[in-house]
């Protein structure tokens, strides 16, 4: 089982319409979650850090699940301009490594 | 502020060349990171540094060579590249704490072309 792991997509969602990623990790004692945004030949960018509440900026909702070990991402309303790459981070406990899922390629269509 | 600079942003070389990649934060951060990524996939880690010492190397071939002259640079020296090895080079830095609130932020990357 892969360490991180999310559906590769794409997703194909309309303008305004609300759609959610989840993503699995595996090491039960994890601590630190993120989703990045990663725009076609572009640096991945920050989107949200997970909490163990859940955060929400926005339209975009974070959730963790920890006794299912996932964490989830919510777009509501989407806009052409989130259609990206949302890469799922996860922080290897006690260390600098921070494993990456494939990421979900996510298009909003007009 | 939550920038990380590198320079170039594109670099094509020859296989036989030495060049270097550069990268900087102000962010009083105290670990940096190398990654490469190449086109659909996720960034591969190359290098950390924590604290200016070289924490993690994984299993990178010689022909990359990190340097870190201090907290707020790293160097990427290259040497005898193959093709294959064209892809996006990332560097990113966080506090280094290793704590749950640690987050990585990227620079925009280095687009590097080996011929």
């Known amino acids: 089982r892969k360490e991180v792991e999310q559906d590769p997509g794409p997703f194909n969602v309309p303008e305004g319409a609300t759609v959610a990623f989840n993503c699995t990790y595996s090491n039960s004692a994890s601590q630190s979650f993120f989703w990045y945004r990663q725009d076609c030949r572009k640096e991945p960018k920050l989107l949200m850090s997970?909490?163990?509440s859940g955060n929400e900026d926005g339209r975009f909702t974070a959730q963790l699940n920890r006794a299912s070990q996932y964490i989830s991402l919510l777009i509501r309303d989407s806009k052409l301009s989130d259609s990206a790459t949302y890469l799922c981070?996860?922080?290897?406990?006690?260390?600098?490594?921070?494993?990456f899922g494939t990421g979900t390629r996510l298009k909003v269509l007009a | 502020d939550t920038e990380v600079t590198q320079t170039p942003k594109h670099l094509v070389m020859g296989m036989t060349n030495k060049k270097s990649l550069k990268c900087e934060q102000h962010m009083g951060h105290r670990a940096m990171y190398w990654y490469k990524q190449k086109a659909k996939k996720p960034p591969e880690l190359m290098f950390v540094y924590s604290y200016e010492k070289l924490s993690i190397n994984e299993s990178v071939p010689s022909r990359f060579s990190p340097e870190c002259p201090n907290s707020s640079l790293l160097n990427l020296h290259l040497h005898a590249l193959q093709p294959e090895d064209s892809a996006l080079y990332l560097c990113?830095?966080?506090?280094?704490?290793?704590?749950?609130?640690?987050?990585?932020?990227f620079g925009p990357g280095t687009r590097l072309t080996v011929l």
């Open positions: 990113a830095s966080s506090q280094g704490s290793r704590l749950a609130t640690d987050t990585q932020y």
């Open positions: 981070v996860v922080n290897q406990p006690g260390t600098y490594k921070y494993i």
């Open positions: 997970v909490y163990s």
